[in-house]
């Protein structure tokens, strides 16, 4: 850890903990951050034991952020916000035990979402042992004042028999110092026999809300959608928001890059910005499938939902060389919903 101070017309102190740089207006706000972070004596990123002695990453901002991921599945399994609430679901019942994925937090799908394929449900990629990648390539995300970790995966001889393509699936994880959170994919063909390869994906997010009856979903009035209840048939949403009575498992086709989660109770707007991902699924389960699920407490699905940023629809398709990307970045925010004062749209054209 390494403090710098440096003299201007407006004083700044600038701090440094390991890779993570840190700079505030306001020198003594900045130095109250730091004196609290280095008495709490926590790395920015730290590799520790999780459940089952699975091996996970925490990376951590001095604010009081936080974000967990397993390197079994490349799962976010947590993402707290400086008051150390927990934003995500994640399954009482989630077993953590390979080959099960994991029930909760933010699946990767790929290279199959859902059924939509010859492949397992979802794909393989979200029960695979990735690895932390020591020399990433740059990625075209602005990195500056965050904390990140990059990961990789790579087709095992048993993945190319069910799914004969060569790939490199790269996944940056970045923490930013606002308590935002951003996944960035970049999927490669390296086959060698010059053959293209298709697939389809999805951040399978699981948002903890308070309770699904008091959440809507703003973004995706008067599209077209796709609903898995009635065999994938094309329906355009009708209402001015989506809102939560029943079991809802839809597919939102060119969807827009902003998608707006407001829940009533909290008094939280959770912000989804997306890009290379056209499709947006949105799921929860309801009662009966819940109590069907071994990995799920029976009444769970009242304190979770899935909003998804994916592309399904139409697979994205790579030839040898070619390489795709796709991210997801989140948001936690305060609002004041359940008063009337906030505007959603605001919120969706704001920055």
Not at 195 to 203: G, I, N, W
Request: include cysteine; charged fraction near 25%; charge should be negative.
């Amino acid at each position: 850890m390494e403090f710098k101070k440096k003299m201007g017309e407006d004083e700044e102190l600038t701090l440094f903990f390991g890779s993570l740089l840190v700079r505030s207006s306001s020198a003594a706000e900045t130095a109250t951050v730091a004196a609290e972070a280095a008495a709490t004596e926590k790395a920015p990123m730290e590799i520790c034991k999780g459940i089952n002695g699975l091996e996970k990453v925490i990376l951590r901002d001095i604010r009081g952020s936080s974000v967990e991921i397993y390197l079994y599945g490349a799962q976010v399994t947590s993402w707290k916000n400086e008051h150390r609430e927990e934003l995500l679901f994640v399954s009482s019942k989630a077993i953590f035990k390979p080959p099960k994925p994991i029930r909760g937090g933010i699946p990767i799908c790929f290279p199959q979402f859902s059924n939509h394929g010859s492949l397992e449900a979802h794909g393989f990629a979200r029960n695979r042992f990735w690895s932390i990648d020591p020399s990433p390539p740059p990625f075209p995300t602005n990195s500056t004042n965050k904390t990140f970790v990059d990961l990789i995966l790579k087709p095992t001889e048993e993945d190319m028999k069910i799914w004969p393509h060569s790939f490199e699936f790269r996944l940056r994880v970045t923490l930013g110092p606002a308590g935002d959170l951003m996944l960035t994919s970049r999927i490669r063909n390296t086959n060698t026999d010059g053959k293209p390869f298709s697939f389809t994906f999805a951040y399978h997010t699981y948002f903890s809300v308070s309770d699904i009856s008091e959440v809507r979903v703003e973004g995706l009035e008067t599209l077209d959608y796709l609903d898995n209840l009635q065999n994938k048939q094309r329906f355009t949403e009708q209402g001015d928001a989506i809102t939560f009575e029943s079991e809802v498992d839809k597919i939102y086709l060119s969807t827009p890059t902003k998608i707006a989660i407001l829940d009533h109770e909290k008094k939280r707007t959770f912000v989804i910005r997306k890009d290379g991902l056209p499709d947006a699924v949105v799921w929860n389960p309801w009662d009966k499938k819940a109590k069907a699920m071994a990995d799920f407490g029976d009444d769970e699905y009242k304190h979770m939902l899935c909003v998804e940023a994916a592309a399904v629809e139409k697979p994205i398709t790579l030839k040898p060389g070619e390489e795709w990307k796709g991210r997801q970045e989140l948001s936690a925010v305060p609002s004041s919903y359940c008063s009337g004062q906030l505007d959603p749209q605001r919120v969706l054209q704001g920055s």
